[in-house]
């Protein structure tokens, strides 16, 4: 079955640009998480959803932002672009969440945004 | 949330030379995850490990959780080029098991 699809895969913005990115999950999975990878900071959790419901938040502003369609489709958008937000971003799909908090992530190739 | 330390940050062997990674943690931890990034690649995952003393091998690879379910390590026996990558570590804590990585460990191979 097809993995996890992230587009657009490369973009350049200008600070005070916003984008947009796009993950479609492995089919039947219903939870997407998005994550920022820097060489510094490793990867950070940016937020989870499931059901159209964001059920985590990580400690990024409020210019981070996100939303999951009825389709488990998920989209990310960073506001007012700053070069600092130069990085991988990963999106991650699994079935959903479980008591016992062992689902595992299938992870996108990632989207890598420059900020100049 | 949960957090996590691992180490080394860096690790350079020679081919044929074993490798070992550590996570551990303040709190006792429900399960651990590892994932390996590929350089260039994304994070894919390897194992999760649930139980108390739990280990699992695939291959050359020989996962541990601890006793007290606050560390965990990943050895390697005979690196190979292949192994190259960052290996992390992940688990889940807060109220809505958030999953938190280690900051990884880097693993070069010198052939």
């Known amino acids: 079955k097809a993995g996890v699809t992230q587009t657009p895969r490369y973009l350049i913005k200008t600070r005070g640009q916003q984008v947009t990115l796009s993950c479609s999950p492995i089919?039947?999975?219903?939870?997407v998480s998005w994550y920022q990878q820097t060489p510094g900071q490793g990867l950070q959790f940016l937020f989870e959803y499931f059901s159209e419901t964001q059920r985590n938040k990580g400690n990024f502003p409020g210019r981070f932002s996100g939303r999951q369609f009825s389709n488990s489709r998920s989209e990310m958008n960073v506001s007012t672009l700053e070069l600092g937000d130069s990085a991988l971003y990963l999106c991650?799909?699994?079935?959903?969440?479980?008591?016992?908090?062992?689902?595992?992530?299938?992870f996108g190739a990632g989207s890598r945004l420059t900020v100049l | 949330g949960q957090q996590v330390m691992q180490i080394p940050q860096y690790q350079h062997v020679q081919e044929g030379e074993d490798f070992t990674t550590y996570c551990n943690s303040s709190?006792?931890?429900?399960?651990i995850q590892w994932y390996k990034q590929r350089p260039g690649g994304h994070p894919v995952f390897l194992i999760q490990?649930?139980?108390?003393?739990e280990v699992k091998k695939q291959k050359r690879l020989t996962f541990q959780f601890g006793e007290a379910k606050k560390n965990s390590s990943l050895h390697i026996t005979a690196t190979q080029t292949t192994d190259v990558g960052t290996y992390f570590c992940a688990v889940r804590g807060g109220s809505n098991y958030k999953l938190t990585f280690g900051k990884g460990t880097l693993l070069t191979v010198n052939p």
């Open positions: 490990l649930v139980k108390s003393g």
């Open positions: 709190t006792t931890l429900s399960n």
């Open positions: 991650a799909s699994s079935l959903g969440p479980r008591a016992d908090g062992a689902n595992v992530l299938t």
């Open positions: 089919s039947g999975h219903r939870s």
